[in-house]
Structure formats: C-alpha cells, structure tokens
C-alpha cells in the first residue's frame, strides 16, 4: 500500500479544505447562519463531492475509490460543517450495490436504534430506526430481508431534528412504518457487498474523527497561543504543551489506521475490508475521545461553556464513535475475523 496521496487527491483535499475554511462555522453562532448554511450546501451539491461512491462509467465500480471518499469526510469533519454527507454518501453506496438508479433527491440512511447498523425490517414494517445526516432529506434507506439477500427500500425519514451532534442532525422515523422497494431494476445485496459496504461505513466514520482531532487540536493549539497567564502564553507551561503533544500522536496513528481502512475498502475481499475497517475504529473511536477531552481541559473554565466550539467537536466525535459501534463491537468484530474466541 502507497500512503502517500497522489496529485488528484491532493487537489481534492485542497479544494474541500478551501471550502470549509471559507463555509464552515467558526463560532458555535455560525451554526444557526442559514445563509452560510445554504452556501455550503450548494457548494458539496455542485462538486459533486456526495456521488463519488455512485456508479461510473461501467455502472458497476464506483466513481471514486475508499480513500478520495475518506478525503472528503475528513476535511468535512476537521471544519465542523454541518451539510450531509456521510448518509448521502452511504445511500448512493447502496443503491449502487443493489443496482439500482441514482436517488432523485437528497437522501439518507435508516440505521437502527442503536446505530450499529442499518435499519431491518420486521415481519414488512420497520420497528423504529434513526435517519442520520437528515437535513433535507426525502428519504431514508432500509433494508428488507430476503432469500437472496437484503432488498433495499426506502422510508420516509420523519423531521430532522439536532441532538447529540449540533453538525448534522438525525431524525427518529415514526415506528411501524411500511418500507416502499426501490423501483425496478434492484436486486438482492448480499452477505460480502453489505460486508463491504460496512467497511465502507466504518472507513468514513473513522476519517471524520481524525478529522475531528485535527480541527479540535488546532482550535487548542490556537487558544493556548493567545491567552496569556502570568504575564506567559498558556502554550508555554509544560503540562499543556505534553496534553497536546499526547493529542497530537493520538491522531496521526489514527490517521494511519484510518488510511488503511479506506484503502482496504475497494482494495481487500470484503472479510479483510471488514476487519480493517473494525481495527481502525476501535482506535479512532478511543482516541477521538481522549484527544477532544484534552482540548477541552486546555482551554480551561471557558472549554466548559456552550460559546466554545470544543463541545461542538467532542458532540460529532461521539456520534460518529455510535455509528457501526464503538471500541468493543469492533474489537468483537476482529477477533472473529481472527478466530478468536469462537465456541
């Protein structure tokens, strides 16, 4: 595996990284800016930056690989920006696996309850599920079990409302709904595409919480540069300067896992993606944590308080820590891939 980035995905981390700078939310105010909003919106629709995952020219591999993806979700989570992109993307996957024609309007994924994966169908009607990266979305994507395999259909996703991430709100879709298939031609997605597919899930939430880490560690790096505590800049006193040092090498090993798993996506059997993909989040999600604590330890009695943007970093931290399970479900997910602990 080559880590390094070649020209054409520097460029897109160049760009994506221009955008956010210039669209994203600098203060926890911005957040409720709905014309900043509207812009960067228009911006992520008019790059195309949400298809990568949807069928090229073959109508069978996709437009870009795991790792341009992976690009993508970590600037977006390094600059906080609160337009959909995980669920998007996640659906295109979806229906690209099950064949089936490119959505005519924004959508999202239903995942179940607790997030570890997507939302199952019952006996034809969805018990309750949780529509995520919501905003403006017309629909939500379930799974339907089948002989061949999982059909994909589609639920309406109910009202985005914000909860645990400030970012990118999730809806609760109303229980017992009736998921309508998609239409024809789709076909049965079966045991390694929605493996992959995981993988897929697990590669992007491992990017937007290295990215998270890295936008946390530069809002502390440039807090403890201007405040000044006995006539000194804060950043100069040893044990902030070892707290951000730890954060620091925190994510870049996360970095590294994180690369891995995206490049595993398209590049390994399904199994080994899995594996990978599991591996890096049990890290991420167990650094994430640490890294956005300790930005909030350096900022102080001010890192408490809702004006501060850390609260909004650890809060996206912790929903994309839910999303596919956290540190134990994936170290569960690769000692069975290893053989571990199987009866």
Not at 325 to 340: D, W
Request: a negative charge; proline letters at 6%.
């Amino acid at each position: 595996m080559d880590v390094r980035l070649s020209p054409e995905q520097q460029a897109l981390r160049d760009a994506l990284s221009h955008a956010v700078d210039r669209l994203g939310p600098n203060t926890v105010a911005d957040l409720d800016d709905a014309i900043r909003r509207s812009r960067l919106e228009a911006a992520l629709s008019e790059a195309g930056w949400r298809e990568l995952r949807s069928a090229g020219a073959d109508a069978t591999s996709p437009l870009a690989s795991g790792v341009e993806v992976a690009i993508v979700a970590e600037e977006l989570g390094r600059g906080l920006a609160d337009a959909p992109f995980l669920g998007p993307t996640l659906a295109a996957e979806l229906r690209r696996l099950a064949a089936a024609a490119p959505a005519e309007g924004p959508e999202t994924v239903a995942f179940a309850p607790d997030l570890s994966g997507p939302a199952r169908a019952v006996g034809g009607v969805v018990p309750a599920a949780v529509a995520v990266d919501a905003a403006g979305a017309h629909g939500a994507l379930a799974l339907v079990p089948g002989a061949d395999g999982d059909l994909v259909a589609e639920l309406a996703p109910g009202r985005a409302e914000s909860h645990l991430d400030l970012t990118r709100p999730t809806s609760v879709t109303d229980p017992g709904l009736a998921p309508v298939p998609l239409a024809a031609p789709s076909v049965a997605v079966g045991e390694d595409a929605m493996a992959r597919w995981t993988a897929l899930g697990l590669a992007l939430t491992c990017a937007d919480l290295v990215g998270v880490m890295r936008g946390a560690i530069g809002l502390g790096c440039e807090y403890v540069s201007a405040r000044r505590q006995y006539d000194a800049p804060v950043g100069s006193f040893q044990a902030v300067q070892h707290l951000l040092a730890d954060a620091q090498v925190a994510m870049e090993g996360s970095r590294s896992v994180a690369l891995h798993a995206a490049w595993a996506v398209d590049a390994l059997g399904a199994p080994e993606a899995l594996a990978a993909g599991a591996l890096a989040k049990a890290y991420c999600a167990r650094a994430a944590r640490d890294v956005c604590e300790a930005v909030i330890q350096v900022h102080g009695g001010i890192g408490n308080t809702w004006d501060c943007l850390a609260h909004v970093y650890l809060r996206r931290a912790l929903l994309s820590t839910d999303l596919f399970g956290g540190v134990g479900p994936n170290l569960g997910r690769v000692l069975e891939h290893q053989g571990i602990g199987a009866n």
